[in-house]
């Protein structure tokens, strides 16, 4: 399988720009969204059905996140998070293209439908990831039920509208630069 230089590129700014924002976004209401993760599903989108960049950008996308990471000990559980969350949501998102009704909509509504679902369960997928392995590796400050409530629920709102927004802007952005993979 032959790699796209193009494509290459874009996911290297893409998550570039991801750990950049992650390093310097203020907290929302105490919960700062993974601007990594959002440009990890961004990527998943652009790149329909290619696991091998997919996979690439989910590797890397884990090791940004655990050199950013303010939690105590989550280098390891970051880019486990990554790895377990990039597997399972690009299997996710291959059976969601498969649904009948969804693939005989236009590619915009398809991408549309496919951020919400993506940002929404790929964000429940990698706080759960990362909340269980950081718990089995380094222990966790509190309770795992209390800290998703907290922690998980509230991100998984934030990272949909903020993916939301910064998908449309890169959608936006490709086509207006004429941007063909």
Same mark, same amino acid.
């Given at each position: 399988? @032959?790699?796209?230089? /193009?494509?290459?590129?874009?996911?290297? *700014?893409?998550? +570039? !720009?991801?750990?950049?924002?992650?390093?310097?976004?203020?907290?929302?209401?105490?919960?700062?969204?993974?601007?990594?993760?959002?440009?990890?599903?961004?990527?998943?989108?652009?790149? @329909?059905?290619?696991? /091998?960049?997919?996979?690439?950008?989910? *590797?890397?996308? +884990? !090791?940004?996140?655990g050199m950013t990471t303010t939690f105590p000990g989550g280098q390891i559980p970051n880019v486990l998070d990554k790895l377990i969350t990039t597997n399972i949501t690009y299997v996710i998102m291959m059976l969601i293209y498969k649904v009948p009704f969804i693939s005989k909509l236009q590619e915009k509504t398809q991408d549309l439908i496919l951020s919400c679902l993506i940002l929404s369960l790929g964000t429940v997928i990698s706080g759960f990831t990362f909340l269980t392995s950081a718990q089995i590796l380094v222990g966790l400050p509190g309770d795992f039920s209390m800290l998703f409530m907290a922690v998980v629920v509230p991100a998984v709102i934030i990272n949909l509208f903020v993916g939301l927004l910064v998908f449309k802007f890169i959608h936006v952005t490709m086509r207006r630069v004429s941007f063909q993979s």
């Open positions: 399988m @032959k790699m796209n230089t /193009k494509k290459l590129v874009l996911n290297a *700014v893409l998550l +570039g !720009i991801g750990l950049v924002l992650h390093q310097i976004e203020p907290a929302i209401f105490g919960i700062k969204p993974d601007m990594t993760l959002i440009m990890l599903f961004t990527i998943f989108i652009i790149n @329909k059905g290619d696991y /091998k960049s997919c996979l690439i950008a989910g *590797v890397v996308a +884990g !090791i940004f996140s």
